[in-house]
T-cell receptor
Framework: DGGITQSPKYLFRKEGQNVTLSCEQN?????MYWYRQDPGQGLRLIYY???????QKGDIAEGYSVSREKKESFPLTVTSAQKNPTAFYLC?????????????FGSGTRLTVV | QKEVEQDPGPLSVPEGAIVSLNCTYS??????FMWYRQYSRKGPELLMY????GNKEDGRFTAQVDKSSKYISLFIRDSQPSDSATYLC?????????????FGKGTLLTVNP
């Protein structure tokens, strides 16, 4: 089945550590996105990539980094510079469908700082 | 002023009630208006979308867009306990490939049996 796979589902990070969240899609979509969701805050865009080997900062990119070496993969690294990383992280991809029909979300990774 | 405003609730209704959810926005360039449903600890799923102004109906759900007032609504008729979720409105400037969505904060809805 086509879709987006995020892993792990739950992740715990110690203070000062970098962690990488995985996002893989087999939908052959060109564009991929990372969002952060906090309680009562909706979804905020961290980074997005419209094509392999290219990506742009979203609204809250500080403390995060990404790479897009393959069309199928868009990993997000939460660095030690991110002061408040505890949140629910959502990956999405878009392409192929007209308008919002082509936009698909993964099931998310919940990151907790311990 | 935030681009998209949505009352986070929470909203609690009895089974069978008509539910009204809404969002306001400030950016007149938005053309696509979406409603996503998100169950706890899951990714959002697209419920409905509307292009420009007008109404759209799908079963028990009706989406309305009033661009003159910069106001969108989602109505749920005969609400069911399975409708209990967070409802997020989202908007975008275009519908083609490679566009970004701007989300409201989401409204937490509970439908009590």
């Amino acid at each position: 089945d086509g879709g987006i796979t995020q892993s792990p589902k739950y992740l715990f990070r110690k203070e000062g550590q970098n962690v990488t969240l995985s996002c893989e899609q087999n939908l052959n979509h060109d564009a991929m996105y990372w969002y952060r969701q906090d309680p009562g805050q909706g979804l905020r865009l961290i980074y997005y990539s419209q094509i392999v080997n290219d990506f742009q900062k979203g609204d809250i990119a500080e403390g995060y980094s990404v790479s897009r070496e393959k069309k199928e993969s868009f990993p997000l690294t939460v660095t030690s510079a991110q002061k408040n990383p505890t949140a629910f992280y959502l990956c999405a991809s878009q392409g192929g469908g007209v308008g919002p029909n082509g936009y698909t979300f993964g099931s998310g990774t919940r990151l907790t700082v311990v | 002023q935030k681009e998209v405003e949505q009352d986070p609730g929470p909203l609690s209704v009895p089974e069978g009630a008509i539910v009204s959810l809404n969002c306001t926005y400030s950016n007149s360039a938005f053309q696509y208006f979406m409603w996503y449903r998100q169950y706890s600890r899951k990714g959002p799923e697209l419920l409905m979308y509307t292009y420009s102004s007008g109404n759209k109906e799908d079963g028990r759900f009706t989406a309305q867009v009033d661009k003159s007032s910069k106001y969108i609504s989602l109505f749920i008729r005969d609400s069911q306990p399975s409708d209990s979720a967070t409802y997020l409105c989202a908007m975008s400037r275009s519908g083609g490939s490679n566009y970004k969505l701007t989300f409201g904060k989401g409204t937490l809805l509970t439908v009590n049996p």
